[in-house]
């Protein structure tokens, strides 16, 4: 991008759909710097994208803002592929390195991972140096209690991640295993608009200027769930299952009855909600029937479709 657009010089944005997390590829040096890998399903695809940025340049390293299956998915590729380190919040450094699926998340939720590891982390306070621009790690727990933001001050540019999107925020998952944490997202809001942020760059969707106006339909959002928490569980289990269904474009109903009585959250947010139904097989069942209802999801044949 050239040195004149909102988004300031020697920043790229890689907009991916919603199940890889967008790419952020920083100028650094003579070599260049990534922010966020995708989902594993479309490593190649990254891959590729990247090595058209780069050039003749190296990758230096690849720096997570958080470790949720679409945003670190290319890791184990891109370290493959070209040898980087890879940089992760330090609250997750620990759970990387043992790999430890259960606090990754990735078991829980049941979601597909290539393994990678980690050779450094990126800690909330610290103000990292990439190329001419200086990004400070901030904290932005929520969406994801290890979750980091990247700002940089002189060009007014957040890096959100799923903290902040233009129309909301990612689902608080730490709500939907009984953790409070509706006052983490509403700390984080605070921090954004405490911040002189003019462009945010979030997790997934086109950057965008218009903070304020993202700010306020976020809030309101979040005092939605807050009146109604069970309104935020229901809409959690819908979006695992939706999740899981673009991981997967399409699954036979019988296997995919399977995923869903063996998917350890939904259980949690069946018991969170006082075990609906008669039975967490019936509940599962109803959530699929009003995806279906509503054409998130498409039945066709006795097979399950994203779309
Ligand atoms: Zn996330």
Redesign the pocket.
């Known amino acids: 991008m050239a040195d004149d657009t909102p988004l300031g010089p020697g920043l790229r944005v890689l907009e991916r759909g919603w199940l890889s997390?967008n790419n952020i590829v920083l100028d650094d040096g003579d070599a260049v710097t990534l922010i966020d890998s995708g989902h594993c399903v479309h490593a190649d695809q990254t891959v590729a994208l990247l090595r058209r940025c780069l050039g003749p340049r190296r990758l230096r390293q690849l720096i997570n803002t958080?470790l949720?299956s679409?945003?670190c998915g290319g890791n184990a590729a891109l370290q493959r592929e070209f040898g980087c380190p890879v940089l992760v919040p330090s609250g997750s450094w620990r759970a990387v390195n043992e790999w430890d699926e259960q606090a990754l998340s990735y078991a829980p939720l049941r979601q597909r991972i290539e393994r990678y590891d980690a050779q450094g982390v990126v800690r909330a306070g610290e103000l990292l140096a990439i190329g001419r621009r200086q990004w400070q790690v901030l904290s932005a727990p929520g969406?994801?209690p290890e979750?980091v933001m990247l700002f940089d001050a002189v060009h007014g540019v957040l890096i959100s991640?799923?903290a902040l999107w233009e129309n909301g925020f990612?689902v608080i998952f730490p709500e939907l295993e009984g953790d409070a944490a509706f006052h983490e997202v509403e700390s984080v809001l605070d921090l954004i608009e405490s911040l002189p942020v003019r462009w945010v760059i979030p997790?997934h969707g086109a950057p965008f200027g218009d903070v304020a106006g993202a700010l306020h339909r976020a809030r309101v959002r979040l005092a939605g769930f807050r009146a109604d928490p069970a309104r935020h569980l229901r809409h959690g289990a819908k979006v695992m299952l939706k999740y899981h269904l673009m991981e997967e474009q399409r699954q036979p109903l019988d296997a995919l009855r399977t995923w869903l009585a063996e998917m350890p959250l939904l259980a949690a947010i069946w018991q969170g909600l006082g075990r609906p139904e008669s039975s967490l097989a019936a509940w599962n069942e109803h959530v699929l029937r009003d995806m279906l209802d509503a054409g998130t999801l498409v039945l066709r044949d006795g097979v399950v479709h994203d779309h």
Do not use: F, K, T
Request: hydrophobic share 10%; charged share 25%; glycine share 16%.
């Open positions: 997390s958080h949720h679409d945003h969406h994801d979750s991640a799923d990612g997790g």
